[in-house]
């Protein structure tokens, strides 16, 4: 038998669940004064912030990275490489001469 966490369930999956003959309405009210806790989303609505949230990180780690790349390439090493192709073509300019 596999046991449900009632907590994750919306009010309509844990009346279905309950197998009540009252109304959904009286059935609510019912556990409202009985003190019970009934969410007002249910199992997908707590996967999908947790989605949100992943993708939201995911950005927020590929707009930081970007900060630190041209074109995927590290910009320390772009600023070396370029400064080596410069002074390379400077020497040969005035070595020629």
Do not use: C, H
Request: hydrophobic share 35%.
């Amino acid at each position: 038998m596999r046991v449900i966490n009632k907590s994750l369930l919306s009010a309509n999956q844990q009346y279905k669940l309950s197998g009540s003959t009252l109304s959904f309405k009286d059935w609510l009210n019912r556990e409202k004064e009985k003190g019970e806790v009934i969410p007002k989303s249910g199992v997908t609505d707590v996967i999908q912030d947790a989605i949100e949230t992943d993708m939201l990180s995911k950005q927020e780690k590929q707009e930081s990275n970007k900060s630190k790349t041209i074109l995927g390439l590290s910009k320390p090493i772009l600023i070396i490489s370029g400064l080596m192709i410069v002074g390379a073509i400077a020497y040969k300019y005035y070595y020629k001469k």
